[in-house]
């Protein structure tokens, strides 16, 4: 079985300029959720989608947002990129909405320049 | 105070040896806790997933949780030099979406 997919695995974007990052979960998995993670950092959760609703989200500004497709696939856009947006982007994905035993993608990483 | 505390060490030992890493915690409704791998520029990798107080094992893997103290802990027996990683405490709370992490703590075992 696939585990979670991401794409693209490395992207390089100018200041001011958007991204999308996408995802797909595991085969019969409906939550997905995305982390942040910093160099030298643990991940810190951005936000939590299932069965395409918004379940929750972390300390991360307006630019950050997100959603979630009928095969629950998911999109993360962040706008007006700044410098410190540069991270490993991750994808969890869970058959519920709690999160446990969450299994991650190989993540994007991103540099802002 | 952060919610969850983790030595960021790094910790080099020889091969065979037995490794202990550990994490704190200040949140008690914490009910759930995880430990992950995370190979340099990949994802973390789901290793061991408890959520009572007490000792699992799997394998060379033993994930230990005493949530009177707040503290967990995950022991490698026989340390090879492919566990060589960086490793993760992880933990939830029921009813919430998010998972709070450690900072992680690099792992070097020497041949």
């Known amino acids: 079985d696939a585990g979670v997919t991401q794409s693209p695995t490395h992207l390089i974007k100018t200041r001011g300029q958007q991204v999308t990052l996408r995802c797909s979960p595991i085969?019969?998995?409906?939550?997905v959720s995305w982390y942040q993670q910093v160099l030298g950092q643990g991940p810190q959760f951005i936000f939590q989608?299932?069965?395409?609703?918004?379940?929750g989200r972390g300390n991360f500004p307006d630019r950050f947002s997100a959603r979630q497709f009928p095969n629950y696939s998911s999109e993360l856009n962040v706008n007006a990129l700044l410098l410190g947006d540069s991270a490993l982007y991750l994808c969890?994905?869970?058959?519920?909405?709690?999160?446990?035993?969450?299994?991650f993608g190989q993540g994007t990483r991103l540099t802002v320049v | 105070q952060k919610e969850v505390e983790q030595d960021p060490g790094p910790l080099s030992v020889p091969e065979g040896a037995i490794v202990s890493l550990n994490c704190t915690y200040s949140n008690s409704a914490f009910q759930y806790f995880m430990w992950y791998r995370q190979y340099s520029r990949k994802g973390p990798e789901l290793l061991m997933y408890t959520y009572s107080s007490g000792n699992k094992e799997d394998g060379r893997f033993t994930a230990q949780v005493d949530k009177s103290s707040k503290y967990i802990s995950l022991f490698i027996r026989d340390s090879q030099p492919s566990d060589s990683a960086t490793y993760l405490c992880a933990m939830g709370q029921g009813g919430s979406e998010k998972l709070v992490f450690g900072k992680g703590m690099k792992l070097t075992v020497n041949p």
């Open positions: 085969s019969g998995h409906k939550s």
């Open positions: 969890a994905s869970s058959l519920g909405h709690l999160n446990t035993e969450a299994f």
């Open positions: 989608y299932y069965e395409k609703e918004e379940r």
